[in-house]
């Protein structure tokens, strides 16, 4: 069992705190980043608050600054958990990013509908997000440096998404969302993110949309690679020339919410009444991967990773979403209950294989 800290930035018998710091070894490549729950802000878990000071220079907030988590009620803010996310990276030199400003999920019930449930109108859906960005942002002004202004707005087709927002005011929607977090606060960085953005659909459509926004004159400074992935998806090929595409476009090209899972997919198959107990197909790996699963997630962390590196010059940040295996959302989803291991620290806080053997490397070349 690790020993609880006794201050902040004291060592304690957690394995990776013995590492040399990621944010040493790669900060001169891009932004070495996390994911960062409420109890990590907090400093309730205080192993892992230690090892996120200890790692990383720069901070996402899993759930705080969604619409839903801060906004609840049209006439009702919720500040006290972003407050503690943003103090924590304040106090700790981080850089800290605001995710999300505009997302169809984590969006109260009120927010595009009226009192009998139907939709608003469009000038009233207009005026709540400015509202709501407004607020949000403009309270943050000159500490966050960046923002996910809209998240997850197109399909792998390359379509728009059917969303509260697209269905009442059209592809003008994201226009709007960089228009009114800029007025919010001119000098933040804003961002554009999703997932599957291997997918060239998807691909194409955000180099369309981003080369839309600067001809506007609209500011919008990078886009996020949600990095959701799996142990056969998506193609390192069809990753890397996303990554060249939307580096072409000028902005700067960010890793978000990266995380392997090493579990077996059921996307297209779970339901919400699946047990997990003694299912061996759901939930095949409850006391660790097997040897050669082990192998293969880290040769693919690895190979990803290295990848990240090679474009260090377009990359500014990697963002690994969540610490450690214990703390990450993949344990639950589709289903309850299920134990993976997608990220850089496993339960014990113990560094993977595959993060040791790169940061061994880069440290005996500096």
Not at 196 to 214: F, H, Q, S, T, W
């Amino acid at each position: 069992m690790a020993v609880l800290l006794a201050a902040p930035g004291a060592i304690a018998q957690v394995p990776a705190l013995s590492d040399a710091p990621l944010k040493t070894i790669f900060g001169d490549k891009f932004q070495v980043s996390v994911a960062v729950n409420d109890d990590q802000a907090k400093n309730i878990d205080k192993d892992g608050a230690a090892v996120i000071r200890h790692h990383f220079n720069s901070i996402v907030p899993e759930n705080v600054l969604k619409c839903s988590m801060i906004h609840p009620e049209k006439d009702r803010y919720f500040w006290d958990d972003a407050d503690a996310y943003v103090k924590f990276g304040e106090e700790n030199g981080m850089t800290i990013i605001g995710h999300c400003l505009v997302w169809h999920y984590f969006l109260p019930e009120w927010f595009a509908r009226d009192d009998k449930g139907n939709y608003v109108s469009a000038d009233e859906l207009k005026s709540r997000m400015r509202d709501h960005i407004h607020t949000t942002v403009g309270r943050y002004k000159g500490r966050i440096k960046g923002w996910d202004v809209v998240n997850e707005a197109i399909s792998a087709d390359g379509r728009y998404c059917n969303t509260p927002y697209y269905e009442i005011l059209g592809e003008e929607y994201i226009p709007l969302a960089f228009q009114y977090a800029h007025e919010a606060d001119p000098n933040a960085e804003l961002y554009i993110n999703d997932f599957g953005m291997n997918e060239p659909g998807r691909r194409d459509a955000y180099v369309r949309i981003i080369n839309d926004l600067k001809r506007r004159g609209l500011r919008v400074d990078g886009i996020g690679m949600q990095g959701h992935m799996g142990m056969d998806y998506p193609d390192l090929d069809d990753y890397e020339r996303s990554i060249e595409a939307f580096a072409a476009t000028g902005c700067k090209v960010m890793i978000t919410e990266w995380d392997m899972t090493a579990l077996p997919s059921l996307t297209n198959t779970a339901t919400i009444d699946m047990k997990v107990d003694d299912n061996i197909a759901i939930n095949p790996y409850v006391n660790g991967l097997d040897e050669d699963v082990d192998k293969h997630w880290n040769s693919r962390m690895d190979a990803f990773f290295s990848m990240f590196l090679r474009h260090a010059d377009a990359i500014d940040r990697v963002t690994v979403w969540g610490l450690s295996d214990a703390t990450s959302w993949r344990n639950d989803w589709p289903v309850t209950g299920r134990t993976d291991y997608p990220v850089y620290f496993d339960r014990n806080l113990r560094m993977k294989p595959f993060l040791k053997k790169l940061s061994d490397y880069h440290k005996t070349k500096k």
